[in-house]
């Protein structure tokens, strides 16, 4: 592993345009379960269909039942932080080696970090939104009242729904194009924690590597990308890999 740390690294150094695309797999260390993979693996306990963009609107109350425990239980009952992984991304934006990182999380993380340059592809269960008026409020423990299921917005009454993608629904138009516009001009994509199996968000190490861009690619299990796009694999979790390739680039993390 240690040829493939040195090897990012120095793609790392000498990138112009160096971004990162990361999956629930680098949340795993902050004590967030991925959705596939694992024993605590998300769908293994709930069915995808509690995601889907029809089911939620037709069964409000059992969708929103499966949200509040896969979500919101989760996030208000456990402090989740970020781990090393995320803070040395967030140096390396600060250190001008990182312009961006696309994320499939709705865990807010990457921000918590540090990083400011944060394409959230699937959204984020930090808000929800009125289905009606489209007005939207920021989800806090203190000023979520998850009691009555479904929510409704305080201000019409109308059904209200986390701002992040459901199943079979679009992507957020802005974040779609900026995502795909740095895919385009990246010359280096540090992939970390993810199946790579969901589209379209999957497509971003795909075209970068199609305009030329080496992937880099930070995951304990191969995955679609692995054989297909990866030029450098590192088989480690994303902590312990980001943490000696920013030892390398004299990176520290406070
Ligand atoms: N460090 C790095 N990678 C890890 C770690 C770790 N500590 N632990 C697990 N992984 C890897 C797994 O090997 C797996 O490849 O992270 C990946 C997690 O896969 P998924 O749970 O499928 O996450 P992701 O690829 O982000 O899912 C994409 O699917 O359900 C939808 O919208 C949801 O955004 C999500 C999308």
């Not at 793609?11 to 694992?38: C, D, H, L, M, Q």
């Not at 340059?117 to 806090?140: D, L, M, P, Q, W």
């Not at 970390?192 to 690619?217: D, F, N, Q, S, W």
Request: glycine share 8%; aromatic share 10%; with cysteine.
């Amino acid at each position: 592993m240690e040829e493939q740390i040195k090897r990012a690294a120095e793609a790392i150094r000498n990138a112009k345009y160096a971004i990162a695309f990361t999956g629930a797999g680098i949340s795993v260390e902050s004590g967030v379960p991925p959705f596939r993979g694992a024993e605590n693996s998300v769908w293994s306990k709930y069915d995808p269909e509690c995601l889907e963009l029809n089911y939620f609107y037709s069964h409000p109350k059992e969708s929103w039942g499966a949200i509040k425990e896969i979500f919101y239980n989760f996030m208000f009952k456990t402090e989740i932080h970020p781990n090393e992984a995320h803070k040395v991304m967030a140096k390396m934006e600060q250190r001008g080696m990182l312009k961006c990182v696309v994320t499939q999380n709705i865990d807010f993380l990457h921000q918590e970090a540090g990083s400011r340059n944060v394409y959230e592809f699937h959204g984020t269960a930090g808000r929800v939104i009125c289905t009606k008026e489209g007005c939207s409020y920021e989800v806090k423990p203190q000023d979520m009242d998850l009691s009555d299921m479904p929510p409704r917005c305080p201000r019409c009454g109308a059904l209200l729904k986390p701002d992040f993608v459901f199943f079979g629904e679009g992507i957020p138009q802005e974040t779609y194009k900026k995502s795909f516009d740095a895919a385009e001009k990246a010359d280096v994509v540090i992939v970390v924690g993810t199946t790579g199996e969901v589209m379209p968000a999957g497509m971003i190490p795909i075209l970068a590597k199609r305009h030329g861009a080496t992937v880099i690619e930070i995951n304990p299990s191969r995955s679609s990308l692995t054989n297909t796009c990866t030029d450098i694999y590192i088989a480690a979790k994303a902590g312990e890999a980001l943490g000696l390739i920013a030892k390398e680039l004299a990176i520290d993390v406070d």
